[in-house]
DNA sequence: TAGATTGTTAATCGATTAACAATC
DNA sequence: TAGATTGTTAATCGATTAACAATC
């Protein structure tokens, strides 16, 4: 469908250019050059022309972009106009974070089931959620056909569940896991967040950025 | 200090050798070639031996690298060494799984304040710290020093509070704002963390990714 | 029509990979 | 010493930037 591969760091700019278009969008904005765009993200125009024609043709010449035509079109890219259900495997702090997030700033994603282990946890509510035990994992599956799960588990527990999870027809990992998630599925998608890994190379900005 | 500058390429590997190293190391490695840190890590030999050759020859030619020996040069090099102390901006959710993430997971890194401008969360321990009144934060910086400073306030809030933060000595920013924080000053450090463009990134794979 | 700005091709730059001499 | 593996230079590849013809 799309042309060729998408080259993985056009993939990254996507959800960043539909954040920026969102708020001119909100700020009343209609049209927008590359140009401009490229100086509010601290990007170069060229750049910004070349990734939305990876997608074909977005903008006219002589007028540039439509804000809301070109935001809805990078949101159909990233499939954010689907309402893909998914579950939460663990409800501690990160977990009951994430799931507020997702309520209110993700859209394209629609929160359905939420388990954990242990027992004190299970059947006090999360929003309109009452947490599971991870024991009706499957049947829950089966029932309602979760696409993506978020594992905000430990490893041990994320490593053991995974292959059953894909059984179970999920084909999207969001992993919290501070350990790489290794899926050899090729119609998987993984996406490992690393709140360690950001810290340390903030770390290192901190210590020896400004040395020079 | 370091050999001109490092490429953020580079940057962002570090972390993971330093996670990757540390469970070599738990699993009892004394040392490690190139090439076999390349196969578990999913990189290339040479492009291990350049990352690291951008700090100097941390290895031995004819036996590899020592494990331990390597570790703790990424550690140092990424100021893990230090115990750089921080604060927390908003005890929400999200907030309180940082402040468990940085206490269990992130070495280098002491949580030393957390403020929060609701009345009814002011008080309240996380931990071993109180939740402060966010009125107390100029006099808490100027006793305490904090360095870095978790953002996981509303956008609004953030904008706000930089300025008189790097004005009391905070030098480093962890963004959980899902909007991008520009700061001028050129030696202060900002970390942007965007889980909805993580969640987006997945949506795209989940959705496109397979088409081919 | 004239001006603006895209879509797209060509040039540059940087990062990754390959190769190999140095050396443990 | 012979074998292994680094450190480092050279070659390749890919991504970014520049340029400009197409066209609204």
Not at 35 to 46: F, P, V, Y
Not at 82 to 109: Q, S, V, W, Y
Request: aromatic share 8%.
């Amino acid at each position: 469908m799309s042309k060729n591969t998408i080259s993985n760091s056009v993939i990254r700019r996507l959800p960043r250019y539909y954040r920026f278009l969102g708020e001119l969008q909100a700020n009343g904005y209609v049209r927008i050059s590359s140009r401009e765009l490229a100086e509010k993200m601290g990007l170069t125009a060229s750049q910004i022309r070349q990734d939305f024609n990876c997608f074909g043709g977005f903008g006219q010449q002589g007028y540039g972009y439509n804000v809301s035509g070109l935001r809805a079109e990078i949101g159909r890219i990233l499939g954010l106009d689907k309402a893909t259900p998914m579950i939460l495997l663990g409800a501690g702090n990160l977990g009951r974070a994430i799931a507020a997030h997702i309520d209110f700033e993700c859209k394209g994603f629609v929160l359905i089931g939420i388990f954990d282990s242990s027992p004190e946890m299970v059947g006090e509510k999360i929003g309109e959620l009452e947490i599971l035990d991870i024991s009706g994992l499957e049947d829950f599956c089966r029932k309602n056909h979760p696409v993506g799960a978020i594992l905000c588990i430990p490893k041990e527990a994320a490593a053991k569940e995974t292959d059953k999870l894909i059984d179970l027809g999920i084909r999207a990992f969001w992993n919290f896991t501070h350990y790489d998630l290794k899926i050899d599925h090729k119609d998987v998608a993984v996406e490992n967040v690393h709140l360690g890994d950001s810290l340390a190379t903030l770390s290192y900005r901190l210590n020896s950025g400004n040395e020079e």
